[in-house]
Each structure stands twice: as structure tokens, then as C-alpha cells.
């Protein structure tokens, strides 16, 4: 921690901030120059706030060396991190493409939806079987059982699955249902006892980026993880709330480049609900990846127009088909490949 004097501070205030960093069992660097006096707090600085010193006679400024999100920070580890899903490697030079329906609504409609996935060149299933919703009388999943119809169809294509885990007492159902990646969504971003939970276990998990959260709050999330010993965790963005009704939510595409410079760990993004409009997400796809994500999460379904749940962000066969065949040349021109 470095602590910033006033031009006016006496040397009583000096020796008062030296005395209150040896208290807290560190040593002290101080740099005198021609107008300020510097303190530097040598040591584990964990034990010291800036608040401390900030109300201290003679401080102007203290602020921290190291960020308080350590693990996930690329300070610890410059070196990318890539997450491995059954042999798909997420964070590498190829960009992984996961897809699938918002909700299981069916088995034959997870078998259709599996079948357009593999054959529009995604390599992983998503689809929730719990849902959180904003009104509680709209569809909230089928729970367990849909989980069943989504392992089902997946299998049958080859494909990993990701789906939301929104309770812990859940937890030993989707180890027991072998789900290849939780995904811990927006509303539960700062569930903290849920997040401690997922960093206790060896499987890789998505955060998707709360609806109002700022950066900061999002890596520190994600170091509730990462404390737990697990690791592969991989950021999603899916767009902020603002102010503006025009779309479902705002992308923040800025956050890719920021999150790719304070952290080691894979960006990925959801630009069906950061749009909530289908016609908007092959724009916002290609953003993503020019921004330098290293996948994408899209909504895909067999007939959106029939879709129990945010049919209107859904892209049909066809409609993925072309998007897919969009962005091969592109992720070439950017010196990636897409999975």
C-alpha cells in the first residue's frame, strides 16, 4: 500500500502512519521529495484498508499495490488460461461456439436442437432446466427432468452440455447428472454462497456478468471461485442495463479488452441477451470477436416462434447456419480459428 501525504503534513502525521503500518507488522519505504512525503506499507497489506489512513491528520491519499482480486488476476499469472471442456479447449486459439435454447421445453425439441447445433459447427449444448424469470408466472423449467432430456440429446450428438445452477442444494444433482460446465447466470453473479460452493468442485464454470455489476465486482465474483480451488472459470458477458429500452440490454464490448488485460482467464459472450432481438445478434456476435472474445453463447431453436422462453433472441437453423459461415472468415482475419 502506498500512502500519499499532504504538502502540509507534519512530521507527527509522518511518524503517526510509519507507527500505525509497524503495528500492523510491516515495515515502511518512505521517499521524501521536494513537496510530498511517500510511504510505502513493505509486506502483506491484506491487514490494512485505505480508510485506515485516509482519516489520519496529514494523508491525503492511500491506495492499494496489489488488486484485492489476486488469483484471477494476470499479475499472478501472465500466461492466458485455458479451460478445458472434454477435450474442447476454451481460451485457445480457436474460438468455441456454445448453443442451444434458452429452456427444455421437450425431449424431441432438445434432440432437434442438439442435431442444428452439431451441424451448424457449434461444439457444446446449452439449455437451462431451471430458469430464473422476472415474473413468477412465467416458465421456470422443468427442473430435474430437464436435465434428463438435455444429456439425452446431447449424447446422442456428442456434444457437452452447460446449464444454469441457481441453488445450491442442487449442486450434487448436476454432479450426479454429469453437466460438462455450470453456468452461474446474471441474477446469482454475487450469490456468494453459491460461488463458494462451485470453486470447491473440479468443474469448469461459466459467470455470466451481472445486470448492473461493474468490472471490479465481476472479478471479484469470480475470485470467490477461484479461493475455493477451482479455477476454471470462464467470464461471460451478457450485456449491462441502461438506460435505453431500444434492446433487451446494453453490450459492453469495452469489458472484453479491459477483462483480457486484468485477467488470465478465458472471455466469452452472450449476444442473444444483450440484444433480445435475433436480428441483432450477428452484429453483436461479430463485435465480440473482433473485440477479441474467445467464444460465443448463443440461443438457438428449432422454431423460436414457438419457444416457451425468449423466443424472440433465437435463431433458427438457418439463421445459425448463416451466422457461423459469417464468422469463419472472420475469426481467420483476426488470426483464430472457429471450433
Same mark, same amino acid.
Request: hydrophobic share 45%; with cysteine; net charge neutral.
Given at each position: 500500500m502506498i500512502i500519499v501525504m499532504s504538502p502540509a503534513a507534519s512530521a507527527q502525521s509522518i511518524d503517526?502512519? +510509519?507507527?500505525?503500518? /509497524?503495528?500492523?507488522?510491516?515495515?515502511?519505504?518512505?521517499?521524501?521529495?521536494?513537496?510530498?512525503? +511517500?510511504?510505502?506499507?513493505?509486506g502483506d497489506e491484506r491487514s490494512l484498508q485505505p480508510s485506515m489512513f485516509e482519516m489520519m491528520p496529514g494523508v491525503?491519499?492511500?491506495?492499494?499495490?496489489?488488486?484485492?482480486?489476486?488469483?484471477?488476476?494476470?499479475?499472478?499469472?501472465?500466461?492466458?488460461?485455458?479451460?478445458?471442456?472434454?477435450? !474442447? %479447449?476454451?481460451g485457445g486459439a480457436a474460438v468455441q461456439v456454445i448453443a442451444g435454447p434458452c429452456a427444455?421445453?421437450?425431449?424431441?425439441?432438445?434432440?432437434?436442437?442438439?442435431?442444428?447445433?452439431?451441424?451448424?459447427?457449434?461444439?457444446?449444448? /446449452?439449455?437451462? %432446466?431451471f430458469k430464473p424469470r422476472t415474473s413468477p408466472y412465467s416458465f421456470q423449467g422443468l427442473g430435474v427432468a430437464g436435465l434428463d432430456y438435455l444429456q439425452?440429446?446431447?449424447?446422442?450428438?456428442?456434444?457437452?452440455?452447460?446449464?444454469?445452477?441457481?441453488?445450491?442444494? !442442487?449442486?450434487?444433482?448436476?454432479?450426479?447428472?454429469?453437466?460438462?460446465?455450470?453456468?452461474?447466470? %446474471?441474477?446469482?453473479?454475487?450469490?456468494?454462497?453459491l460461488l463458494k460452493e462451485v470453486g470447491r468442485i473440479n468443474k469448469p464454470v461459466i459467470l455470466k456478468r451481472g445486470l448492473s455489476a461493474t468490472v471490479s465486482e465481476w472479478l471479484m465474483a469470480a475470485e470467490y471461485i477461484?479461493?475455493?480451488?477451482?479455477?476454471?472459470?470462464?467470464?461471460?458477458?451478457?450485456?449491462?442495463?441502461?438506460?435505453?429500452?431500444?434492446?433487451?440490454?446494453? !453490450?459492453?464490448?469495452?469489458?472484453?479488452? !479491459?477483462?483480457?488485460?486484468?485477467?488470465?482467464?478465458p472471455v466469452i459472450v452472450d449476444p442473444s441477451h444483450a440484444g433480445g432481438k435475433a436480428w441483432l445478434v450477428p452484429a453483436l456476435s461479430?463485435?465480440?470477436?473482433?473485440?477479441?472474445?474467445?467464444?460465443?453463447m448463443l440461443e438457438v431453436h428449432p422454431d423460436p416462434a414457438q419457444a416457451w422462453c425468449d423466443g424472440e433472441q433465437a435463431l433458427d437453423g438457418a439463421a445459425f447456419g448463416s451466422l457461423m459461415a459469417q464468422l469463419r472468415p472472420l475469426a481467420q482475419v483476426l488470426g483464430r480459428s472457429l471450433a
Open positions: 503517526d502512519v +510509519i507507527g500505525k503500518i /509497524r503495528a500492523a507488522g510491516l515495515s515502511e519505504h518512505v521517499s521524501r521529495g521536494t513537496e510530498r512525503t +511517500i510511504i510505502g506499507a513493505v491525503e491519499r492511500a491506495l492499494r499495490v496489489l488488486k484485492d482480486y489476486r488469483i484471477v488476476s494476470r499479475e499472478v499469472q501472465p500466461d492466458n488460461t485455458v479451460v478445458h471442456v472434454r477435450g !474442447l %479447449a476454451i427444455v421445453e421437450t425431449a424431441p425439441q432438445m434432440q432437434q436442437a442438439a442435431r442444428l447445433v452439431r451441424e451448424g459447427g457449434a461444439r457444446l449444448l /446449452r439449455a437451462g %432446466a439425452e440429446a446431447a449424447r446422442q450428438q456428442g456434444l457437452p452440455v452447460v446449464s444454469e445452477l441457481m441453488d445450491i442444494r !442442487l449442486l450434487d444433482t448436476f454432479l450426479e447428472y454429469d453437466i460438462d460446465v455450470i453456468e452461474i447466470g %446474471a441474477r446469482s453473479m454475487q450469490n456468494t454462497d477461484a479461493i475455493g480451488g477451482n479455477h476454471n472459470i470462464i467470464f461471460c458477458e451478457r450485456g449491462v442495463r441502461s438506460f435505453d429500452p431500444a434492446a433487451r440490454n446494453t !453490450l459492453d464490448v469495452t469489458a472484453i479488452p !479491459l477483462l483480457k488485460r486484468e485477467t488470465h482467464l461479430c463485435a465480440a470477436l473482433a473485440a477479441g472474445a474467445d467464444g460465443l
